[in-house]
């Protein structure tokens, strides 16, 4: 199991509304990727937050929006929800100064959120 | 743009067998790849990462191979059982930009009968 832990573990949501959802990411990571799976479908990449910035985003519009704060945990905000808005949420942590010192660039995913938008 | 397919979508084998996932990339210039297991409603548990200049990782019963050339990496787990039944996700990490941006296969569903 890794540290990465995300909260709530399920939410249900009405169309219209807005979300926030939580990830903390393991220890000592740096760098957190949200990410959201379609039931049956592979993860797609929403974006990522290095040293609390925005630093790279999927094809999601702009009403995904996040934050990182200082002890490198983040939110992910969804606004004004959809019905194809209703996914499985994944957050994961690594840490990019491994990555750029050429090391494994391993990543680690959280448990997940199940949203439900009716 | 970097497309990842997984083949077969499922699979299904009696308790014992040998089997073998498949992973196929379109782009070969990849920094890395990752085995995932998901078992279902639940999060992603890494299997096995190998780096673009490694051809193979073992990990006890799972053995991962990477050919870049040919855009291809396989799963093999020895002596299946039915503990090992879960959703086997392949992911890559491109090489260059800014992210540590992974693109997902849709998976392979594996079921192991007793």
């Known amino acids: 199991e890794t540290g990465v832990t995300q909260s709530p573990t399920h939410l249900i949501k009405t169309r219209g509304q807005q979300v926030t959802l939580r990830c903390s990411s393991q220890s000592g990571h740096n760098t957190v990727s949200w990410y959201q799976q379609a039931l049956g479908q592979g993860p797609q990449f929403i974006f990522q937050y290095y040293r609390e910035e925005e630093n790279g985003r999927g094809n999601f519009p702009p009403r995904f929006s996040g934050l990182q704060f200082p002890n490198y945990s983040s939110e992910l905000n969804v606004n004004a929800l959809e019905l194809d808005d209703s996914a499985l949420y994944l957050c994961a942590s690594s840490d990019t100064r491994i990555l750029a010192g050429g090391s494994s660039g391993e990543q680690y995913f959280g448990p997940g959120t199940r949203l439900t938008v009716t | 743009k970097q497309e990842v397919t997984q083949i077969p979508a499922a699979l299904s084998v009696p308790e014992g067998e040998n089997l073998v996932l498949n992973c196929s990339f379109t782009?070969?210039?990849?920094?890395?790849l990752q085995w995932f297991r998901q078992d279902p409603g639940k999060g992603l548990t890494s299997l096995l990462l190998?780096?673009?200049?490694?051809r193979e990782q073992t990990s006890g019963r799972l053995n991962a191979s990477l050919d870049k050339s040919s855009g291809r990496s396989t799963l093999y787990i020895a002596a299946s059982q039915p503990g090992d039944s879960a959703t086997y996700l392949c992911?890559?990490?491109?090489?260059?930009?800014?992210?540590?941006?992974?693109?997902f296969g849709t998976g392979t569903l594996l079921a192991v009968q007793p």
């Open positions: 782009d070969s210039a990849i920094y890395n």
């Open positions: 992911a890559v990490k491109g090489k260059g930009g800014a992210t540590n941006k992974l693109i």
């Open positions: 190998i780096q673009s200049s490694q």
